[in-house]
């Protein structure tokens, strides 16, 4: 079994400080969600290499 699938696997419950983030790359934009595990997640779109956003 590769890391990343023992990393989807596990049953932890998020302690305080936990942050989830994922990145949806493409040529035209990038998608960006944070989460602190608690049910809050914040969603943002920007354009592909707009690093200052």
Do not use: N
């Not at 942050?19 to 943002?44: A, I, M, N, P, Q």
Request: glycine residues 12%; proline residues 4%.
């Amino acid at each position: 079994m590769s890391t990343t699938q023992a990393a989807l696997h596990r049953k932890e419950t998020p302690t305080p400080g936990d942050l989830y983030l994922s990145l949806e790359l493409s040529d035209k934009s990038w998608k960006l969600t944070f989460g602190d595990g608690g049910g809050v997640v914040s969603r943002h779109t920007v354009a592909a290499g707009d690093q200052t956003r």
